[in-house]
């Protein structure tokens, strides 16, 4: 079965400073990885997806993200974080063997601090 | 650009009643989905559907149930609202076709308050 943990529930940071979310995974075959944002009040927003090739992946809004098979993580950074940033962000893993449905973490809410 | 909209942002009901929650996607995908969003817990999935008039329980499919009589259109449907049943609603839809199109394109929620 496929699972996923985001160690963090909650990440505090200030404007401007970097920031790492961690996200692992666990899954049998090839996993397809996603980070998704949601803000306040919204739906969720694909921020950047990983199926194969390069193990660092760019998305929207300056966010990228590393795959690492051999520590199962796929954690999400950004250089220097702006307070519109602040928002619950999650991971997810697909499945390669057959499974279109992704199983999603619970979540790390991101505060921002001027 | 793909979109999923959802007939209401928020809605309260009383307990008992029949609710009606729909999902419109335009971008012709096979897959629709519906999951709770609940502080603490992420997302849940209650149903999923991956063809017209099909459907399949999720993680937590009591109480409620569901209906798609078009590719476009997925219904979900509270037979008799609980206190316990409130909770933010969201609808997802996917392409089929392998695991390259696992990724869900999301409508904006509903957050549903049952008194």
């Known amino acids: 079965a496929q699972s996923v943990t985001q160690p963090d529930i909650h990440i505090t940071v200030s404007e401007g400073a970097s920031l790492e979310l961690r996200c692992n995974y666990s899954?049998?075959?090839?996993?397809?990885l996603f980070w998704y944002v949601q803000s306040p009040g919204q739906g969720l927003q694909l921020l950047l997806k990983?199926?194969?090739?390069?193990?660092l992946v760019q998305g929207i809004k300056g966010f990228e993200a590393e795959f690492k098979r051999s520590q199962s993580s796929f954690n999400l950074r950004k250089p220097s974080v702006h307070w519109s940033d602040a928002a619950e962000y999650f991971c997810?893993?697909?499945?390669?063997?057959?499974?279109?449905?992704?199983?999603f973490g619970r979540g790390t809410s991101l505060i921002v601090h001027p | 650009d793909v979109k999923v909209t959802q007939s209401s942002r928020y809605l309260v009901k009383r307990t008992g009643e029949k609710v009606f929650l729909e999902c419109v996607q335009d971008?012709?995908?096979?897959?629709m989905f519906w999951y709770r969003q609940d502080p603490g817990l992420g997302l849940r999935l209650i149903y999923f559907?991956?063809?017209?008039?099909?459907?399949e329980k999720g993680d937590i499919p009591e109480g409620y149930s569901v209906s798609r009589e078009k590719k476009e259109r997925f219904s979900l449907i509270l037979e008799s609202a609980s206190t316990n049943q409130t909770s933010m609603y969201l609808c997802?839809?996917?392409?089929?076709?392998?695991?390259?199109?696992?990724?869900?394109?999301f409508g904006p929620g509903t957050r549903l308050t049952v008194l």
């Open positions: 997810a893993v697909g499945g390669s063997g057959g499974s279109y449905i992704p199983t």
């Open positions: 971008m012709d995908h096979e897959n």
């Open positions: 899954y049998g075959a090839t996993p397809y």
């Open positions: 990983y199926f194969s090739g390069d193990t």
């Open positions: 559907s991956y063809d017209v008039k099909m459907k």
């Open positions: 997802a839809s996917s392409l089929s076709g392998g695991t390259m199109y696992n990724e869900q394109f």
